[in-house]
């Protein structure tokens, strides 16, 4: 039977699980990510005319020329469709793939779907549409603005104080933790009190009116005026609801793994890849999940009235939910939450087809979007207050009444808090008043985590950057690790420093924050990509000539040694593995000093 289709996708296990859904008669070939890039040619090396609306020329990526090659081969007397990821990016290949195969754009040759399973792809397939240029225009303006300060900035920093790189987000991500670490630096430790009161079989804490902080007199002149008997002088009885969280997006899930799995962001985004692209289930292969990379929680219908079946069968009706989604404004709707894309593939069931980390990540998307259908659950909450002369002491209780949704997804364990049985106006008497010397703790550094979430709170990158943007940083020997917390390396501080001063008014997160919503804006046909970029080039090309000129060059340190080669001094040099000593005529002369440990094995 003639293959009549071809179906082009972005990476080879995509197209060997597709493969096994689509007949015969389609074939499905892999572009193995992106194909072209911009060139490295014009003014600058950026790649792009400045002089013709910043007009951008493409190449073909180095290796991929045997590939696009074949594509083309395929392609001919085929009906071509791009089923590319359905984001940005994935728009982005399936245009350059367009042009490169001459695929008329005003053809329905794309499609996409949030899930690679059979019934996903035979829907996509009956609903192609045309390549969505808004998406493209406002990827081709977000990678034209990185190439311009990434070419620009990073030549600017390895000139003049030696730093790898610098970049439209990551200088930000820096600044972050560079501003947190100056606040710790700074951060003048102050002594407080607290107050408790022990009884036979509890103890009741001092309530500080005001939520000021008590000096010791003041603790002292409480302590002393707080005498047996204690009176009840109040009993407040409360039922709460804890609603559960909706299903992960991909910043939540990351941060969620990191906590709770003990998985770096990247290595997060590597096990659901492998999720979503497709597991061998007894000879066939399996989407697990939806598409990981969104910043939708929304479910579709069909999901929700097969996990709702499952959740009244399984537990029984009370343990439905009123789902509701809180989709923010800028996300992409086309996607959805991350989910699994059947509810009858159990964690437990899928085990025996998993490694270690799939099967964990596997669970906690599951059961996290399981659980964000179910019903609250539910606490009788009681504060119990005590009063000895004017002072007033609290202790609270919680009892878990029904546990709703925290039967399948716990984040934290609901421990009931057992309270004494007290009546109002009962006396009792403490055996002890005691006051507490505390003090204020420095705030804490970021861990891949809390990085995540103050960057999505503060609306800079993009969920999909994140892990990347994280990786950058600590290969830059930008950052390093201490107890999972992100602390900045000199070279960091200094980075963030220098680009602090010459370029505060684009690295900063006001700033970045505003771009991503104008990008997004572009995707929406609501602004010009042509125009923000010519706007941001024109304000930017004089920040970067006054650095030129004023920035300070920090020349490496010299020795009182000699090159053997060439006779020129000596200096010492810095490298992401620490500092080493070499020719300060590199790059004509590119001695390096073993140091003499090296040596040493290298005589053995």
């Not at 074939?27 to 007009?55: C, Y």
């Not at 009161?197 to 000096?215: E, N, V």
């Not at 002369?389 to 546990?403: C, K, T």
Request: proline share 4%.
């Amino acid at each position: 039977m003639s293959q009549k289709r071809l179906i082009i996708v972005e990476s080879p296990s995509k197209s060997k699980t597709i493969a096994s859904y689509v007949g015969n008669d389609v074939l499905v070939l892999s572009s193995k990510g992106h194909v072209r890039d911009l060139a490295t040619s014009g003014k600058d090396g950026l790649g792009i005319d400045i002089e013709n609306n910043f007009q951008p020329s493409y190449k073909v990526i180095p290796g991929k020329n045997t590939l696009i090659k074949e594509l083309k081969s395929k392609a001919k007397g085929r009906e071509v469709l791009i089923a590319t990821d359905q984001d940005r990016e994935g728009e982005a290949i399936g245009w350059h793939l367009a042009q490169i195969l001459d695929l008329d754009p005003n053809e329905n040759n794309r499609i996409v779907f949030r899930e690679i399973t059979k019934q996903a792809i035979t829907e996509a397939l009956s609903h192609p549409r045309k390549i969505d240029q808004d998406l493209v225009n406002s990827q081709e303006a977000r990678r034209i603005l990185d190439r311009i300060i990434g070419f620009k900035l990073s030549k600017l920093l390895q000139s003049k104080i030696k730093s790898k790189s610098a970049g439209r987000v990551q200088s930000v991500a820096l600044k972050l933790i560079v501003d947190l670490e100056k606040e710790i630096e700074a951060f003048i430790p102050e002594t407080y009190y607290e107050i408790e009161a022990d009884f036979p079989h509890f103890k009741a804490a001092y309530h500080i009116p005001g939520k000021k902080r008590l000096s010791k007199e003041e603790a002292d002149q409480i302590v002393e005026t707080s005498t047996n008997p204690f009176k009840v002088s109040d009993i407040k009885t409360k039922t709460t609801k804890r609603k559960s969280k909706p299903a992960f997006i991909t910043s939540t899930l990351q941060q969620d793994a990191i906590n709770n799995l003990y998985m770096s962001a990247s290595r997060t985004m590597m096990v659901a890849q492998k999720l979503y692209e497709g597991i061998d289930i007894d000879g066939e292969l399996v989407g697990l999940i939806t598409y990981m990379r969104t910043d939708s929680n929304r479910l579709a219908q069909p999901f929700i009235e097969e996990a709702n079946q499952f959740i009244e069968s399984h537990y029984g009706k009370k343990y439905l939910g009123h789902y509701k989604t809180s989709t923010k404004e800028n996300a992409q709707d086309a996607h959805e939450a991350i989910r699994p894309t059947s509810v009858s593939r159990t964690p437990e069931m899928m085990e025996a087809y998993l490694d270690k980390d799939e099967a964990k990540l596997y669970r906690r998307i599951y059961e996290r979007a399981l659980a964000s259908l179910m019903s609250d659950a539910v606490f009788e909450s009681t504060k119990i207050s005590l009063d000895s002369n004017g002072n007033i002491y609290h202790l609270d209780g919680s009892i878990l009444i029904f546990d709703g949704h925290t039967k399948v997804f716990e984040e934290q364990k609901n421990k009931d808090k057992l309270l004494p049985k007290l009546e109002l106006n009962q006396e009792i008497n403490a055996k002890k008043v005691t006051s507490i010397e505390k003090v204020t703790t420095p705030p804490a550094r970021y861990s891949e985590a809390t990085l995540i979430k103050e960057m999505e709170s503060l609306g800079i990158g993009r969920p999909s950057t994140y892990a990347s943007i994280i990786q950058t940083l600590k290969h830059r020997a930008y950052v390093h690790m201490e107890h999972k917390r992100f602390i900045p390396t000199d070279q960091g501080k200094l980075t963030a420093k220098e680009l602090d001063e010459f370029f505060h008014k684009i690295i900063n997160v006001d700033y970045t924050s505003k771009m991503e919503k104008k990008l997004d804006e572009i995707a929406e046909a609501k602004e010009s990509g042509v125009e923000i970029v010519s706007k941001f080039y024109h304000s930017f090309i004089p920040m970067v000539e006054h650095a030129q000129k004023n920035m300070k060059k920090i020349e490496p340190k010299m020795t009182d040694e000699l090159c053997p080669k060439c006779g020129k001094p000596l200096v010492v040099r810095k490298s992401r593995y620490g500092e080493f000593i070499a020719c300060s005529g590199f790059p004509k002369c590119r001695y390096i000093k073993n140091d003499d440990n090296k040596q040493d094995n290298d005589a053995k």
